[in-house]
Antibody
């Protein structure tokens, strides 16, 4: 069974870049679509963007100017970079695996809380 | 790309049926059959409950069912149980993007 695990700093200063990695175990990253999804405290889910194993990406238009998602097949992981963060970027960040192409999320990491604060 | 509209809360007594609506537009929910529903308990990651409007993944109780009419999708929980108390999110896939609803808190009275 494929498992996902997020890792990265839990505290980021305003205006800096948030960087997270999702390690994939129990299966190869060289298939499927992989996404980052976030959830501000007490609020709903927001899709950030996806990367396909080929390297193709697509991002939420509201975040597109600040987001980069990439993958490393040799390490079986994919990564998120979100630049120029503010307090509004404070959230639990989930990495996720899609099924049915990209039409559904069939697997989630446990989530990692990232707080933006000086 | 606006969030789909869900009621903030829905409640019911054990054994009853409840329905959660998810309203979008003809450009998202109304444009295809790619609506999914997720259940999220506090402090946990979401779990897929329904995909492609009305299909249940293996292991999901048949008390959960989905449907769609026009630009509105619905999730029905029959025979409500205490463990169904959670937040529920709908999602629409369109043009290589994913849109979530704002979420509905289900309370079992």
């Amino acid at each position: 069974q494929v498992q996902l695990q997020e890792s990265g700093p839990g505290l980021v200063k305003p205006s800096e870049t948030l960087s997270l990695t999702c390690s994939v175990s129990g299966g190869s990253i060289s298939s499927y679509y992989w996404s980052w999804i976030r959830q501000p405290p007490g609020k709903g889910l927001e899709w950030i963007g996806y990367v396909y194993y080929s390297g193709t990406t697509n991002y939420n238009p509201s975040l597109k100017s600040r987001v980069t998602i990439s993958l490393d097949t040799s390490k079986n992981h994919f990564s998120l970079k979100l630049s120029s963060v503010t307090a509004a970027d404070t959230a639990v960040y989930y990495c996720a695996r899609h099924g049915g192409g990209m039409t559904m999320v069939i697997g989630w990491g446990q989530g990692t809380l990232v707080t933006v604060s000086s | 790309q606006s969030a789909l509209t869900q009621p903030a809360s829905v409640s019911g007594s054990p054994g009853q049926s409840i329905t959660i609506s998810c309203t979008g537009t003809s450009s998202d929910v109304g444009s295809n059959q790619f609506v999914s529903w997720y259940q999220q308990h506090p402090g946990k990651a979401p779990k897929l409950m329904i995909y492609d409007v009305s299909n249940r993944p293996s292991g999901v109780s048949n008390r959960f069912s989905g449907s769609k009419s026009g630009n509105t999708a619905s999730l029905t929980i029959s025979g409500l149980q205490v463990e169904d108390e959670a937040d529920y999110y709908c999602s629409s896939y369109v043009s290589n993007s994913v849109i979530f609803g704002g979420g509905t808190k289900v309370t079992v009275l």
